[in-house]
């Protein structure tokens, strides 16, 4: 009777996760694709015949160029998160293990925080009037305010402040795994600090790291609001390049055509799905590693 | 050993602490070139503490170590000529066995030729030869192990640290093992300084044993001394089994006295270390497989021997032991050889026996 239950309540469960999975993000994705094949229509936006067309926006020299400032801006924003977030989380694993969690807590109340807020208050350091602005000028350093908001360095820094966590936590969560004996062992055969980094943190590390990178790098690409908020109307980001397909009234720069937004969306989940497929497949040779370890 | 002039490894007066935790206390400790010497001890005794102040992963409290006659007590790990064979193995899991044992030599610079030369002899010497391309967690626990104490002794340390390194191994593999690093000790002709919690480990390969308690040591001496004369209860309680029995002295000879020993007189040697007065309480201890059974009819009370009933035995194969209890009450553990041509051997729980031991075995402690 008990068991009876107990099933019951578990399928229950399951048939919603089932359901909101099926209806939240399969059924999406599942639309997102059927436009990337249908014909751009005036009123209703999309309309049949079903065609291949659309994916010949892809070829267009000028979305390559902004693909390529993107994936520049994101690779920027990754390195920036990596050298910033290993040597935090490196310092954090290190601390007592009752100190970790003030620290990790430290980096996790501000992502409480909803991230469009945050970075409008980074308008507010960055603008002509604002903070950085105010003191150089009171300090006589600069005469007039310099430029930082609206600039690419304004969206780069929003994007690394906005993605530091997701680089933190993944790469803490290796080092914080690494036997303590390893680094022993190997001070005991004559390797110093350096060696020992070198030879067996970052090795040891390395799926944290790419894991990290993959988290920061993939958001980076279509945090639009990032770019909308510090690059002012400056498109930097592929997520940009999607949205002004579906929303073209904000910038009126062109007209809707969702169809072709769809593709390029469909285009940037399929290569994001290749990129993590590579990286779950080394990821978890890795981590079997580890286990068996 | 002791007769050598300088020791390879001094530690003075060394003490550590933890905290407000005093884990050594003041311990003075020679290690002679070429020796096997194994630190025993329950667990917490400090034991573990000691090898990893000579290994340098921990600084003293207070006190001085002296390798060479040089101060190394503030040397950093991979500036002191010695190496580490850890509990866990710790190999290096995104390395090979080569990689594994080469990782020394290769921090020293030296040349390529020079390095494989010497890691394909190490691994010759531990078997594993054949298992330089595999990665760490293909292999079993026991090839691990050679795979570290290959790793370590690579580097020709001029000290072999050795932290419990077969007590994650099973019985038969920890038997074979312990015979292989003694044989390998002999043939590098480095010293060895070995951790155990197992006596019966210490015994087997150890030149010298240092019994440690409480951060103290309690005695060090050949594995014999250690077993055959221990120098107070702890020692005599923690290497084997042993009866201790109370005494109070009755009256002294030249070379013997007389002692009420469990209610039975005996006369007993006098011992070395200390002197015995009449009327002074005294301890005799005595291991089982010194202890004589006599099967007998029934409990005599005129008897001038210990007497006593079997309470429980357990049969070993090779041995059995038996649980004595005494007149007195005092249970009393005997070991006995078996001997197929001597039906008497056949004890069942509920038989009488005399009890007594070969003469001049026991070992007589003052009662502290």
Redesign the interface.
Known sequence: MHKAKDNFCRSIILYFIFIWFSLMIVMPNMLVVLASFLTKDETWYLRLPLNLDNYRALFDTNLWMLIAKSIGLALCTGLACLLIGYPFAYLIAKLPKERHSIFLMLIMIPFWTNSLVRNYALVSVFSDTGLINQWLLNLGLIKTPIHILHTNFAVFFGMTYTLLPFMILPIYAVLEKI?R??V?????????SF?VFK??II??SFSGIVAGFIMVFLPALTLFYVSDILGGSKVLVLGSVIRNYFLPDQLGALNANWPVGAAISVSLTLSMLVLLTIYFKSGNTVEE??Q?? | METQAHPLLELKSITKFFGSNKVIDDLDLSVYDGEFLTLLGPSGCGKTTLLRLIGGFERPTGGRIYMDGTDITYTAPHRRPVNTVFQQYSLFPHMNVFENVAFGLKMKNLSKDKIEEAVNSSLKKVKMEHFADRMPMELSCGQQQRVSIARAFVNNPKILLLDEPLSALDYKLRCEMQLELKELQRDLGITFVFVTHDQEEALCMSDRVVVLNEGMIEQIGSPIQIYEEPKNLFVANFVGEINVFDGIVASTTEKYFTALVAGMSCKLKKPTTFDVEKGSKIKVLLRPEDMVIEKIKKLDEESSKLQGVISHLVYKGRTIDLWIRMSGGIMVMATQFFNEDDPDIIYSVGDFVDVSWIDDWEVVLPDA
């Open positions: 036997d004996s390893l022993e062992a190997a001070r005991d055969l004559g390797a110093n060696d030879k067996i090795p040891l590693e580890q068996l370890w």
